[in-house]
């Protein structure tokens, strides 16, 4: 049985029609299936197994490393000279999260506390734990900044205090006790006598409350009923708001806890979170694209903004009293503790702060902070938060062992908190939230095509096939009218020898 070539052709087109159709209604239909699986996998839920580990243990390679800067002429400072510093570091630690407690509301919001837990690495760092290094007294300088304006009888008994316990202005200790703690019998003193004077009832330490500690009973939303709203802090210690700062606008506690952001962002999104350590909410802003082993992301970055004093940038007023611009005064919310947080180095600070220190040099590869997130899901691929501690010190009359100190703002330590997805956890996220949604693409737009080039081949073998048959039966035709005509003439010629004959 012989096939009907023709037929075959406009089945093709059909199935062409039908391809092209198919992809057009996937072009519009495909987004709208990878916008719900992103909304189903970002939501925290339990049953979301890669991003509810990623959110619950932090299942990422995170470290924190430490800089000193390492004082070298502490005589000459006494003396009213300019401080001259070295830095030393990096000390690394691999820091390891976790949440517990974790209760999930009917509200569409989950409550949980988060821990976490340092542990030094020596094939990371530049030396030991057991490396000496020289920085401010804060127990000393600061609480001499603190005590100013108290009438100085009572100034002098402070410095009879600092005295009686072998108080000096500068400390000389391991890497180890000034990040962990170290004992000190005026802290004793104080503890017993003045219990709630220190933020610590142990060893003194700039760390000695981070290490096994937690960040406060976060509440945040799960996005169950609204994904734009997911990892946003409802409240934090049960606050909605805080009370450290002097405007409504400084105290509100906004955006994320600073771990995940709500997915489908855009250029214009910004990186708002709540940091318990820096006791207010923060706000980073894009800077540009990029792509890391193939995820596409966008780079956040701090404005200058952010550490403005108020007279630089007004909506700041309410972090006062401030200094330069580039300085965040923390002493509210650190037991009046004349302390100030900013960039290492001073970065993108004021630039008279560099003349009072000897020994900063600010770049923005070394000491801006940066975080590199998936635009599509608002999951960080690569962070690095970058800040430093300074002391505010200056000479106090009545307390001798500030001498003839100079007002400054003495940098002490940086420290840079990192961690980027890597291993089995960016092939699962690759593949489930990059390759997949790809594929999906690319077939949509590859059945548009192949059913064009379908129909488009197929409507030309059946032209050609259309045209083969025209032409055979127009042959045909030919063949038959000289047949006709010959034996029309045969019948003349006879009669004419007919006649002859006769």
């Known amino acids: 049985m012989a096939i009907d070539r023709s037929k075959v052709a406009v089945g093709f087109m059909v199935a062409g029609v039908i391809a092209v159709l198919f992809g057009t209604v996937m072009v519009f239909v495909g987004p709208l299936i990878i916008d719900d699986q ?3 996998n970002t939501m925290i839920d339990p049953k979301n197994d890669m991003t509810y580990t990623m959110w619950k243990d932090l299942p990422v390679p995170f470290f924190m490393s430490v800089y000193f800067f390492h004082i070298l002429n502490s005589q000459e400072i006494l003396n009213g000279e300019k401080p001259m510093v070295e830095q030393r570091g990096p000390y690394v630690y691999r820091k390891q999260c976790f949440k517990d ?3 999930f509301h009917d509200n569409g919001t989950v409550t949980y506390r988060e821990y976490r837990r340092f542990f030094f690495e020596p094939t990371m760092s530049v030396g030991n734990e057991s490396d000496v290094v020289t920085i401010p007294n804060m127990l000393v300088l600061g609480a001499a900044v603190m005590m100013e304006n108290q009438p100085y009888v009572l100034r ?7 005295k009686k316990f072998k108080e000096t202005p500068f400390l000389t200790k391991t890497v180890g006790e000034l990040m962990w703690g170290y004992d000190s019998g005026l802290v004793d003193f104080l503890n017993k006598y003045l219990p709630g004077m220190l933020p610590t009832s142990g060893k003194f330490g700039l760390f000695a409350d981070f290490n096994n500690s937690n960040t406060g009973l976060f509440t945040i939303f799960t996005g169950r009923d609204d994904i734009r709203n997911v990892h946003k802090v409802d409240s934090w210690n049960g606050l909605k708001e805080l009370s450290y700062w002097r405007t409504p606008q400084s105290n509100m506690i906004n955006g994320t806890a ?25 706000e980073l802003v894009y800077q540009r694209p990029g792509v890391a082993k193939g995820i596409p992301l966008y780079r956040y970055v701090a404005p200058k903004t952010l550490f403005a004093n108020g007279s630089d940038y007004a909506p700041n ?16 919310c650190r037991h009046d503790s004349p302390v100030f947080i900013s960039h290492p180095h001073f970065f ?3 630039p008279v702060l560099l003349d009072f220190v000897e020994g900063l ?7 801006g902070l940066f975080i590199d997130i998936h635009p599509d899901t608002g999951i960080p691929l690569n962070v690095s938060i970058r800040l430093q501690l300074n002391l505010y010190m200056k000479r106090v009359s009545g307390i001798t062992e ?3 100190i100079s007002e400054v703002v003495m940098p002490m330590i940086w420290f840079e908190e990192s961690g980027f997805i890597d291993g089995p956890i960016l092939s699962t996220f690759r593949t489930n939230l990059v390759i997949l949604p790809a594929v999906m693409e690319y077939m949509q737009y590859s059945f548009i095509v192949l059913g064009l080039a379908t129909i488009v081949i197929a409507a030309l073998l059946h032209h050609r096939i259309k045209r083969s048959r025209s032409l055979l039966a127009l042959s045909s035709s030919t063949a038959e009218i000289p047949s006709t005509s010959d034996s029309g003439s045969v019948k003349p010629g006879i009669e004419t020898q007919q006649k002859t004959a006769k």
């Open 361 to 367: 040099h600010p770049t923005e590869d070394e000491h």
């Open 156 to 162: 002098l008994l402070i410095s009879a205090t600092f």
């Open 101 to 103: 407690n974790i209760t």
């Open 258 to 282: 600073g771990q995940m952001w709500p997915p489908f962002m855009t250029k214009e999104t910004t990186l708002p979170f709540y940091s318990p350590d820096a006791c207010r909410s923060l």
């Open 348 to 350: 993108n600070a004021d």
């Open 38 to 40: 992103i909304v189903k």
């Open 317 to 332: 007023e309410g972090f006062c009293p401030c200094r330069q611009s580039g300085l965040l005064n923390v002493s509210s």
């Open 402 to 404: 500030t001498g003839k």
